[in-house]
């Protein structure tokens, strides 16, 4: 059973907007440190953004200003609201818990056309 979903992927033109979501199914959810991932074609996943538990959120130095982590813990979801996205931002998202991450999912795509 895949504890996160990620969804909302979708194609968008390069400058456009496009808004992520992670559903989780854990306990102590409000009590989880956050974080999105990417894997673009070809290469190793990488970091991209954390929310902590008490709503601190740090990102990844080529997207601070244009994404933006959160969540909703009445809701148990994480966003990641993405703004004045590039073709180099095109990727399969991931999200997953910053510590002691659990098993993958299958992330949901993001496609940047130039």
């Known amino acids: 059973q895949v504890q996160f979903v990620e969804s909302g992927g979708g194609l968008v033109q390069s400058g456009g907007s496009l808004r992520l979501s992670c559903a989780a199914s854990?306990?102590?959810?409000?009590?989880?440190?956050m974080a999105w991932y990417r894997q673009a074609p070809g290469k190793q996943r990488e970091w991209v953004a954390t929310?902590?538990?008490?709503?601190?959120?740090f990102s990844k130095g080529s997207v601070k200003g244009r994404f933006t982590i959160s969540r909703d813990n009445a809701d148990y979801t994480v966003y990641l609201q993405m703004n004045s996205l590039k073709p180099e931002d095109t990727a399969v998202y991931y999200c997953?818990?910053?510590?002691?991450?659990?098993?993958w999912g299958q992330g949901t795509q993001v496609t940047v056309s130039s």
């Open positions: 854990v306990s102590n959810f409000n009590s989880y440190s």
């Open positions: 929310i902590n538990s008490d709503g601190d959120t």
């Open positions: 997953n818990s910053a510590v002691n991450p659990r098993t």
